[in-house]
């Protein structure tokens, strides 16, 4: 009995506090970022990149910061799920940044159709969103796209792959990294629709990487087997490249095969310098950051409309790895920013 | 109370239950192997058994830790998380300390004894049921490596860093021996030794083993510490095998070793499991893996074609036990 009471007792109190720290919260929010309103002061921007752990998306927030610094008094709130595959994680992660009022929430869907809704209800909640990477479907038009043409880079990439192979006909696989998804299926399009374009390249194996490094390994070990006549690879993103790379030393066919990749991992560059690797895709994810925040905050301080843009590709080959314009792409920094402005 | 002979025929049944199990699983094991040879040319060839050989180590020795846990009637969901840190701190030892790669491989090993620890401990003296308790260290693990990478992958390697993963001894992969060793090791500690008994003693009854004077607690302990240990090696070898520490290694990769286990016949009622059953069911799962590469079939088939294993594995093994059992 006495007990009883107690509890009672603490949960009256504790009812008491949560009204008490309620109350303190609501009146936070300033009506800032609302449909055409303006917004003075500091302001605070989730960028969510598809998942952490990727130089790629280090890269991205690296550019957002830079844009965040550049334009002042901008606070750039960074998180993001552990893996891309999981699409429910970052539905919740963006529903929690409309919830906590953010200024502006710029971000990379791991699913097109499954952030679709998050998206809406951000907008709704008066909370204005721009895309980078990646985007939903469908896309609000007030809601921007800050990406890479995924199709028209992997269509580069069957012609660099075509070039490099030379006449005849050639055995050529592909390794994608994660099946269903919106970039995925762009630049597998995009690889397929170059590789019409050269009718001595037969694509005769494809398989996914999950962007799984061993995962990668394992696959392209398997098509090497499979096809002792490939002659060349294009692997579609980094842990695709690198586990494609290693497969291939290990099976002691460095060289035979050429690998044409995506992305600029330190270990990509290298193998790219070693020759291991014929040419790299490589897209500019400090502009997606850059151009995200930097329009974002521009639309919330002037009200401009935020409108869509290709960051661009650099194809980059042993030739051409130490120009300046290619070492702006590799290894941006803000103090020399690789974007237009 | 049961009678010693009671004790005997029912210690007998089980024996020959796991055998059957086993048996289902090592049929289905050869018959895709015949299936394979005859499918595909380039099956049966020495660099493609080679290749299977390293693509499934990692997995077996994973699987085998999850045995071990299993047999306990424990889990251990936390295997991915912990392999991929200890995979990540060996790397990072050998980049920014100029370890060698065997002292990595111990320094992984300590990380992953450390996280089987923290989980024996939670699962007997915080008494969490095995399933909180490691779904804790998943997350836990994985947090710690993207705390200690900054969620990026460690780089720039020195060669021999792929000494464990890539080495070859007598035209054997290295990571193949270290699998023999690891699996006949477990094997021989399950079945001879008497902590193997108080193992299985634990999973099929824990309160009967209490009371019989089996020191329960430190066992467990003893169980899952262990358990880390092997996941800390597989995480090296994993690691190494890609030559880099990959903060995004092996999620999910708890699936395909609970999955092995299960298909070896191990019960997740606990007292029921043997390495040997562990070993066939990670090589059927490889075995689906290469041959559905070689033959161009479809990643999503693949992974229909797994979960189907699974599911008939289990079924054989519980309809082959059940008349089993009103036989004898």
Redesign the interface.
């Known amino acids: 009995m006495a007990r009883n009471t107690k509890t009672r007792f603490g949960l009256a109190v504790l009812a008491a506090a949560a009204a008490l720290a309620a109350s303190a919260c609501v009146d936070v929010r300033d009506g800032g970022g609302g449909d055409g309103a303006t917004t003075d002061g500091p302001l605070e921007i989730a960028v969510v990149p598809k998942?952490?752990?990727?130089?790629f998306?280090?890269t991205v927030r690296a550019g957002a910061e830079c844009a965040a610094e550049t334009a002042g008094d901008v606070t750039v709130e960074w998180d993001g799920v552990?893996?891309e595959?999981d699409v429910e994680g970052q539905v919740n992660l963006i529903q929690n940044f409309v919830t906590t009022d953010a200024d502006g929430i710029v971000y990379a869907a791991t699913d097109s159709a499954a952030l679709a809704p998050v998206t809406q209800s951000a907008l709704d909640a008066g909370v204005p969103v721009a895309m980078i990477d990646s985007g939903t479907d469908p896309q609000p038009d007030e809601v921007p796209l800050y990406a890479t043409d995924n199709r028209a880079g992997a269509t580069e990439a069957a012609n660099l792959l075509a070039e490099a192979l030379g006449e005849g006909s050639h055995d050529v696989a592909l390794i994608e990294f994660q099946?269903g998804s919106q970039t995925n299926t762009e630049r597998v399009e995009g690889f397929t629709t170059g590789l019409a374009a050269h009718e001595g390249l037969n694509l005769?194996?494809q398989?996914?990487s999950h962007?799984?490094?061993?995962e990668a390994?394992?696959?392209t070990?398997?098509?090497l087997?499979?096809n002792?006549d490939l002659a060349g690879i294009f692997a579609a993103n980094e842990?695709s490249v690198?586990?494609a790379v290693?497969a291939v030393e290990?099976?002691g066919r460095t060289g035979e095969v050429v690998i044409i990749g995506w992305d600029a991992?330190?270990?990509e560059i290298?193998a790219l310098r070693e020759g291991r690797i014929a040419a790299l895709v490589v897209q500019n994810p400090f502009n997606m950051g850059y151009l995200g925040v930097a329009n974002m905050v521009e639309h919330l301080r002037e009200g401009t409309p935020m409108e869509s843009a290709d960051t661009g590709v650099t194809f980059v080959t042993p030739e051409n790895i130490d120009t300046a314009e290619v070492q702006a792409v590799l290894e941006p920094s803000c103090d020399n920013p690789p974007v237009d402005q | 109370m049961t009678g010693p002979r009671a004790q005997a025929g029912e210690w007998l049944r089980e024996r020959i239950a796991v055998a059957v199990s086993e048996f289902t699983a090592a049929t289905a094991l050869v018959v895709l192997f015949a299936v394979l040879c005859f499918a595909s040319p380039h099956f049966l060839t020495a660099d493609n058994l080679f290749n299977i050989g390293s693509q499934t180590a990692v997995i077996a020795i994973i699987a085998v830790a999850q045995t071990i846990v299993i047999i306990t009637k424990g889990i251990d969901l936390s295997v991915g998380s912990v392999a991929a840190l200890a995979g990540v701190m060996g790397a990072i030892v050998v980049r920014d300390l100029g370890f060698s790669v065997w002292t990595a491989a111990l320094v992984a090993i300590a990380v992953g004894t450390l996280a089987g620890l923290a989980n024996g401990v939670l699962i007997t003296y915080a008494q969490l049921p095995p399933f909180i308790a490691t779904l804790g260290m998943m997350s836990v693990g994985r947090g710690l490596v993207f705390i200690v990478t900054g969620a990026v992958g460690v780089y720039s390697l020195p060669e021999s860093f792929q000494l464990i993963g890539n080495g070859v001894i007598a035209g054997i992969p290295f990571a193949v021996v270290v699998t023999a060793i690891v699996a006949l090791a477990a094997g021989y500690l399950l079945s001879e030794s008497r902590f193997g008994q108080h193992v299985y003693a634990m999973g099929s009854n824990l309160e009967a083993a209490r009371r019989a004077g089996v020191p329960v607690r430190r066992n467990l302990i003893a169980v899952y510490a262990l358990a880390g240990s092997l996941v800390g090696l597989g995480g090296m070898i994993a690691a190494s095998r890609v030559s880099s520490g990959q903060p995004n290694y092996g999620i999910g990769l708890e699936l395909d070793v609970i999955a092995a286990a299960v298909i070896g016949g191990a019960s997740l009622f606990g007292g029921q499991g043997r390495i040997a059953g562990t070993i066939i069911g990670a090589f059927l799962i490889a075995l689906v893996r290469n041959g559905s590469v070689l033959l161009g079939i479809n990643i999503h088939y693949q992974q229909v074609i797994v979960g189907l294993i699974i599911w008939a594995a289990v079924y054989f093994d519980q309809y082959r036990r059940r008349r089993l059992e009103t036989r004898v």
């Open positions: 998942a952490v752990g990727h130089e998306w280090n552990d893996a595959t099946p005769v194996g398989q996914p962007s799984d490094v061993n390994r394992r696959v070990e398997d098509l087997t499979a002792p842990p690198l586990g290693q290990a099976a991992a330190p270990d290298s």
